[in-house]
C-alpha cells in the first residue's frame, strides 16, 4: 500500500503473510544461532561464559551496534552507506577538538560530534538523493573524505581525553552497577538499548519510519503519489548521520581517545550484522531488533574464536562466510515471496 498523496499521513505499507512469516524466522534463527554459539563455545572453554567476559563482549557490541542500528536505516530505504565507519571517526575527532584543543563545556562536545555526523549524512543523503549518484559510490567517495579529513586536521596524531572530566565514562563506567555490583553492565551498552529503542520507536511509530519502509518496498510508487522522495531520504541518511556520532563518542571514550586512522572495517561488521539480523539489502524489510541479535552474533562469534586461539584470519574467513550465506538466505526468501 503506498502512502496517502495527501501526503498527511502516510498509510502503513502492506507486508504479506509470507513476508511476515519469513522476516520472523530469519530473527529466530538467528535468535538461536546466538544461543547455539554461546553454548558451544561455553563448552569449549571455561573462560568464555565468565562476568568479565560478557561484559567485554557487551561493550564491544556497543560501537558496532549503534553503527548497525545506523546503517539499518539506510539499507532499509534500499540504500548502504560505506562511509559509517570513517564517520564514526571523523565525529571522535571533532569531539577531540572541541573538548580538548578548544576547551569548551562536555554537554557541546558531544553536541558538535553528533550534529557533525548529521550534517555528513545530510550531505551523503543530497548526493544519493537530488544528485542521483548511486549509493554505493557516493557513500564510497565520502568515506575517503572523511578518512582524509580526519588525518589533516589531527596531523595524523591521536586527540587525548585526559583534561575532560567524565568523558571516559561514557562508556567504561556503569551506572547499573553502581546499583547492582554483580551486574557491571557498561555505559556503553545502555547507549546502546537507548538508541537502539528510539530508531525502533521512529520505525514503527513516526512518519519518517513508514516513508523509510516504503522507499525501501517502492520508491517509485511513493514519488507518484506526491511524496517527495528525496527531502525524506535525505533525512534518513541524517539521522543514520546522528547516530554514526553517537558511535564516535563511545569509541573514543572507550579508547579515552580520537585515533584518526580508526575507522575503515567498522562499516563492515555494522552491515554484516545488519544482513545476519534479517534486514533485506534490497530494501523494504528489517527490524532493529534483527540487528541487535546480528551484531551480539558477530561479537561473541569473534570473543570466541579468539579465545579458543583461533588464527585472526581464520576468523575473517568464518565472518565472510557467515555474511555470504546471511545474503543468500535473504535472496531465498525474497524468491519464495
Known sequence: MTPDPSGARPAPVSLTAGSLSGGAQQKLLAFASLIVLVIGFSLASPNFFQVSNIMAI????????????????????????????????????????????AGLPLPLGLL????????????????????KIPPFIATLGMMLVLKGLSLIITGAKPIYFNDTPGYTEISQGSLIGLIIPAL????????????AGGMAFVLSRTVLGRYTYALG???????????????????????????????????????NSA???????????????????????????????????????????????RILSVAPEWQTVITGAIIILAVYADQLRRQRG
Open 184 to 195: 557491571p553492565v557498561p555505559n556503553g551498552v545502555l547507549v546502546l538499548f537507548l538508541v
Open 58 to 101: 557487551l561493550q564491544a557490541t556497543s560501537v558496532n551496534g549503534v553503527l548497525a542500528v545506523a546503517a539499518t536505516a539506510v539499507i532499509l530505504t534500499g540504500g548502504i552507506d560505506l562511509s559509517i565507519g570513517t564517520l564514526m571517526t571523523f565525529c571522535a575527532v571533532i569531539a577531540g577538538v572541541v573538548l580538548t584543543w
Open 217 to 255: 518496498s517502492n520508491e517509485e510508487a511513493v514519488r507518484l503519489s506526491g511524496v517527495n522522495t528525496s527531502a525524506w531520504k535525505m533525512g534518513v541518511y541524517a539521522l543514520a548521520g546522528a547516530i554514526c556520532g553517537i558511535a564516535g563518542i563511545l569509541i573514543s571514550s572507550r579508547l
Open 259 to 305: 585515533q584518526p586512522a580508526l575507522g575503515l572495517g567498522y562499516e563492515l561488521d555494522a552491515i554484516a550484522a545488519v544482513v545476519i539480523g534479517g534486514t533485506s539489502l534490497a530494501g523494504g524489510r528489517g527490524t532493529v531488533l534483527g540487528t541487535l541479535i546480528g551484531a551480539l552474533i558477530i561479537s561473541v562469534l569473534t570473543n570466541g574464536l
Open 112 to 131: 558538535a560530534a553528533i550534529g557533525a555526523g548529521a550534517l555528513v549524512g545530510l550531505a551523503s543523503g543530497t548526493f544519493v538523493a537530488r544528485m
